[in-house]
């Protein structure tokens, strides 16, 4: 069986500034507190993430606003199709609200729900933080 989620924080950061560190090696890994990232800001580009324990392809960006990808980890199953994420940003008074719906999840995967929220918007929100008081420091 497959699953699809949707879940949502504000992160404290523009939505223009979020998408530019997803999409950019340092500023991804940064925010993510991740490991390695290798990822471009092209569509049909591929990418891999926290030490390539994840990994996929843009399949849709519009700056600013949305990041559409393949998207698979380790623990997927050779004959497992790839799953997808959209992640959209919407600016919010306190700087974004990140919505990321992630869909076609296979069984053994489903505990990524708590992996985007510990390896994701946690530490995002700490960072971008941090780099919000650092600048009005």
Same mark, same amino acid.
């Given at each position: 069986?497959?699953?699809?989620?949707?879940?949502?924080?504000?992160?404290?950061?523009?939505?223009?500034?979020?998408?530019?560190?997803?999409? !950019?090696?340092?500023?991804?890994?940064?925010?993510?507190?991740?490991?390695?990232?290798?990822? @471009?800001?092209?569509?049909?580009?591929?990418?891999?993430? @926290?030490?390539?324990?994840?990994? &996929? /392809?843009?399949?849709?960006?519009?700056?600013?606003? /949305?990041?559409? #990808?393949?998207?698979?980890?380790? &623990?997927?199953?050779?004959? !497992?199709? !790839?799953?997808?994420?959209?992640?959209?940003?919407?600016?919010?008074?306190? &700087?974004?609200?990140?919505?990321?719906? @992630?869909?076609?999840?296979?069984?053994?995967?489903?505990?990524? /729900?708590? &992996?985007?929220?510990?390896?994701?918007?946690?530490?995002?929100?700490?960072?971008?933080?941090?780099?919000?008081? #650092?600048?009005?420091?």
């Amino acid at each position: 069986m497959k699953h699809t989620f949707t879940i949502s924080e504000v992160i404290p950061a523009s939505p223009e500034v979020i998408y530019m560190a997803w999409l !950019d090696p340092d500023g991804h890994s940064a925010m993510t507190g991740g490991g390695k990232a290798i990822v @471009h800001d092209e569509v049909d580009k591929p990418f891999a993430v @926290h030490d390539a324990y994840l990994w &996929g /392809k843009n399949l849709q960006l519009i700056p600013g606003k /949305k990041i559409v #990808q393949s998207w698979r980890t380790t &623990g997927f199953e050779t004959a !497992d199709e !790839d799953s997808k994420i959209e992640v959209v940003l919407s600016p919010h008074a306190e &700087g974004t609200l990140l919505t990321l719906t @992630h869909s076609n999840v296979p069984d053994q995967e489903v505990h990524v /729900k708590q &992996g985007w929220v510990r390896h994701y918007f946690e530490p995002m929100k700490a960072y971008f933080s941090e780099i919000r008081s #650092q600048a009005s420091g």
